[in-house]
């Protein structure tokens, strides 16, 4: 074992001690991206409109936009990261802000609610998405793309849908979409480049998201991950990319 694959070995462990969840205190300088998801949202956004947020995390994004609605729900799986909302939430002594644990499989929620639906890097399904939207009431969603951060994938061997073609998944959304009726369906892309500033910050990336499923629990992963570092880093920081597209449909008044 060479000093490297220690070196970093210990950097994932105290990565994860100081740090936990926070992606607020993640250090990355990023060019190219072509939008702002939730200022795209915010512009959906008509007199006394409602807003569901799924995946919405700590909720630090819907925090910031909420003086734009009558009312902003945000939901997520994790317990833990509703935790954290309600707590940011009591901080900001915002009044109009619901967070709330619940599974995007199953809304707990009145047919036709909500008047716009977001959903940003996290699971969702068509037909619940309908089913609490009115009519004409817009979904947007904003994925990552299947070659996002890919010479990562490629040094490592394994990954996020590494291997499968690019735009699978958001061309299956878009049939969904179609099939559940909504319309004036439209998408975006980009492939932005991004430079994590310390080895601490792309640990922190790999530990938390599932970019390369299990990082660290695999003996090789602390040696691959010092190569990598060694390949990719500039005086930006450590080289890699961010690609995503967004999908933003209507759904249908009939």
Same mark, same amino acid.
């Given at each position: 074992?060479?000093?490297?694959?220690?070196?970093?070995?210990?950097? #994932?462990?105290?990565?994860?001690?100081?740090?936990?969840?926070?992606?607020?205190?993640?250090?990355?300088?990023?060019?190219?991206?072509?939008?702002? /998801? #939730?200022?795209?949202?915010?512009?959906?956004?008509?007199?006394?409109?409602? %807003?569901?947020?799924?995946?919405?995390?700590?909720?630090?994004?819907? =925090?910031?936009?909420?003086?734009? $609605? %009558?009312?902003?729900?945000?939901?997520?799986?994790?317990?833990?990261?509703?935790?954290?909302?309600?707590?940011?939430?009591?901080?900001?002594?915002?009044?109009?802000?619901?967070?709330?644990?619940?599974?995007?499989?199953?809304?707990?929620?009145?047919?036709? /609610?909500?008047?716009?639906?977001?959903?940003?890097?996290?699971? /969702? /399904?068509?037909?619940?998405?309908?089913?609490?939207?009115?009519?004409?009431?817009?979904?947007?969603?904003?994925?990552?793309?299947?070659?996002?951060?890919?010479?990562?994938?490629?040094?490592?061997?394994?990954?996020?849908? $590494?291997?499968?073609?690019?735009?699978?998944?958001?061309?299956? #959304?878009?049939?969904?979409?179609?099939?559940?009726?909504?319309?004036?369906?439209?998408?975006?892309?980009?492939?932005?480049?991004?430079?994590?500033?310390?080895?601490?910050?792309?640990? $922190?990336?790999?530990?938390?998201?599932?970019?390369?499923?299990?990082?660290?629990?695999?003996?090789?992963? $602390?040696?691959? =991950?010092?190569?990598?570092?060694?390949?990719?880093?500039?005086?930006?920081?450590?080289?890699?990319?961010?690609?995503?597209?967004?999908?933003?449909?209507?759904?249908?008044?009939?």
């Amino acid at each position: 074992m060479n000093g490297n694959k220690i070196n970093y070995q210990k950097l #994932y462990d105290r990565v994860g001690g100081l740090i936990g969840w926070d992606f607020s205190k993640l250090k990355v300088k990023s060019g190219g991206e072509k939008w702002d /998801f #939730y200022k795209l949202v915010v512009e959906k956004a008509r007199a006394n409109s409602i %807003l569901l947020d799924i995946g919405t995390g700590g909720g630090e994004r819907v =925090l910031k936009i909420s003086s734009d $609605f %009558l009312l902003v729900i945000g939901i997520d799986l994790s317990k833990s990261m509703i935790n954290t909302a309600n707590n940011n939430l009591q901080k900001s002594q915002i009044t109009n802000i619901r967070f709330l644990q619940m599974d995007a499989k199953k809304l707990d929620f009145p047919n036709g /609610f909500f008047d716009i639906v977001s959903c940003r890097h996290s699971d /969702f /399904f068509v037909a619940q998405v309908a089913r609490v939207l009115v009519g004409g009431g817009i979904f947007l969603t904003q994925q990552v793309s299947e070659a996002d951060k890919l010479n990562i994938k490629q040094a490592f061997g394994r990954g996020q849908s $590494f291997g499968v073609k690019d735009s699978v998944a958001k061309e299956t #959304y878009i049939n969904h979409l179609e099939e559940a009726g909504f319309s004036n369906i439209k998408t975006l892309d980009y492939d932005a480049n991004e430079w994590y500033e310390t080895p601490e910050d792309l640990i $922190f990336l790999l530990r938390n998201t599932p970019i390369i499923p299990d990082f660290g629990k695999q003996p090789e992963d $602390f040696e691959i =991950l010092s190569r990598f570092i060694d390949d990719n880093k500039d005086d930006k920081g450590i080289f890699t990319n961010s690609k995503r597209y967004m999908i933003i449909a209507e759904k249908g008044k009939g």
